[in-house]
């Protein structure tokens, strides 16, 4: 069996991830998440890559503390490392059984430090400190630190509430400085939007002339969003195409690597192995590359590295040659491949879409007749890529208990500029994972669990659209 696209171990869920650049390696630290009943404290694993492709291991990097510690589950934070080359690691401490004064389990900033390159922590529980007052004692986590050169500062941005205001609107990126690493002195906030329950996983970085700060939340979408400015202390600007991927690619933190900068996050899974069960916390490891546009916004796409390990063709067969143009001005029409394809496999598809075309897209695993499958669907005229699947959950034995008032696979939508003419669709399907990018920009990440196998086709639905080019290729490891 080929090795897998994407990470997970053996014996767990990859949570959140804190990437760390080393001497040209990843290390990814990520929430080891066990689901077991009692549910066990949570630690920080670590696995390692150079290629991005290849991914190595190390198991628990930082233990969680005893079920009477702070740290029983030692949450999500981040690695920085001092001018003596030291490394020190933030990191958010909850115990369930640790209740502050509004009832919820306190969540507390730790600290630990490495002087051997990494390969031990050492605690300082001394150095413990919580959110003050005006913030929710139970919101203070994921504390990411940065070095302001420009203020001679440490800076640490914190995942907090306030403690007033709409329930759902309190959400703020809270922050400390410091200028030693070790006291940390609360200040204005980074963020204060009034949008959000919470910025989980906040991350700053800049490139070139701009700012990013990149946050997820789970108000209006359960999604990973990034702002831009020209400098750290804003303003923040909301680029057009905000998103990073789409519900299921969450909690992504990033890291640069010779001028490029990769988000590292987790495709949740889905509780009972189904597509219709409800998604879970944590999942698979998955990697994008972020491009950076001539305006500064970003686009994001699977990095070379992993699109090079697909090397060895599969030969696909359509019925119609390439190219194949498919001309429905109100109706339907499909055409799919003779062959089925392998569980994993990257893919390439070119789509040259006519003006006032309505639909148009791939079939991933379908049947022969193209009528069950999955659908990655392009709509031009909503400006949106949408992950749909046929049959939907059947509600009955009428005819008409098909879910057919569901227009798509909730929440599984992706704004994206779908303008007359040529679009590149690529795709990496991995066993039940399934990533699609659409012209190098625009990710759209989810869980393909019902339909295990089938072919590939094309369609196109009130209008016109030619597949010009058709490439699958698949990994050969074994």
């Not at 990073?244 to 990769?262: C, Q």
């Not at 597509?275 to 990095?303: K, Y």
């Not at 090079?308 to 119609?320: A, C």
């Not at 005819?399 to 779908?418: A, K, M, N, T, Y």
Request: aromatic share 12%.
């Amino acid at each position: 069996m080929n090795r897998s696209a994407f990470f997970q171990p053996s014996d767990g869920w990859v949570g959140d991830l804190i990437p760390f650049e080393k001497d040209g390696e990843f290390w990814l630290f990520y929430l080891h998440e066990v689901r077991a009943d009692p549910k066990p404290g949570t630690s920080w694993n670590l696995v390692t890559t150079k290629d991005l492709t290849q991914f190595e291991d190390q198991g628990v990097s930082l233990e969680h503390g005893s079920e009477t510690d702070l740290d029983f589950n030692a949450y999500t934070g981040s690695v920085v490392v001092d001018e003596t080359g030291v490394q020190h690691l933030f990191y958010t401490g909850q115990n369930p059984r640790n209740l502050g004064p509004d009832g919820a389990p306190l969540q507390l900033v730790m600290h630990a430090t490495s002087t051997d390159g990494m390969q031990t922590w050492v605690k300082h529980p001394e150095l413990t400190f919580g959110a003050p007052d005006g913030y929710e004692s139970g919101d203070w986590r994921d504390p990411f630190v940065f070095r302001d050169e420009a203020a001679g500062q440490w800076r640490m941005l914190l995942a907090a509430r306030h403690s007033t205001g709409p329930e759902r609107r309190r959400g703020v990126i809270a922050q400390c400085v410091s200028s030693d690493l070790m006291t940390w002195q609360h200040t204005e906030p980074f963020w204060d939007p009034r949008r959000y329950i919470t910025h989980e996983c906040p991350d700053v970085f800049s490139w070139g002339d701009w700012w990013y700060m990149v946050y997820s939340e789970f108000s209006e979408s359960f999604t990973t969003r990034y702002r831009m400015a020209k400098s750290p202390d804003g303003p923040w600007s909301v680029p057009n195409l905000d998103s990073v991927d789409g519900r299921a690619f969450y909690a992504s933190k990033t890291a640069e690597r010779d001028g490029r900068r990769f988000f590292f996050g987790w495709i949740a899974s889905k509780e009972g192995n189904a597509d219709d069960g409800p998604w879970q916390w944590a999942g698979t490891m998955s990697v994008l590359e972020a491009r950076q546009n001539p305006d500064g916004t970003l686009g994001f796409a699977f990095a070379d590295e992993l699109v090079d390990s697909f090397w060895e063709d599969v030969p696909v067969s359509l019925t119609t040659e390439l190219p194949a143009r498919l001309e429905v001005p109100d109706g339907y029409a499909a055409i799919v491949s003779d062959e089925e394809l392998p569980s994993q496999f990257y893919a390439t598809a070119v789509l040259d879409i006519g003006p006032n075309t309505t639909e148009c897209g791939l079939l991933l695993r379908s049947s022969q007749d193209g009528d069950r499958s999955y659908v990655l669907r392009l709509e031009p005229k909503r400006g949106r890529m949408v992950f749909d699947r046929w049959p939907r959950k059947v509600t009955g034995d009428a005819q008409w208990h098909v879910s057919g008032d569901i227009p798509f696979d909730i929440e599984l939508e992706r704004p994206c500029e779908l303008t007359p003419g040529e679009h590149t669709l690529e795709l990496v399907v991995d066993g039940d994972l399934c990533v699609a990018v659409l012209d190098r920009q625009v990710a759209l990440s989810t869980r393909i669990y019902d339909l295990p196998a089938g072919r590939i086709g094309v369609f196109t639905g009130e209008g016109s659209a030619a597949l010009t080019e058709l490439q699958i290729r698949q990994r050969t490891d074994n």
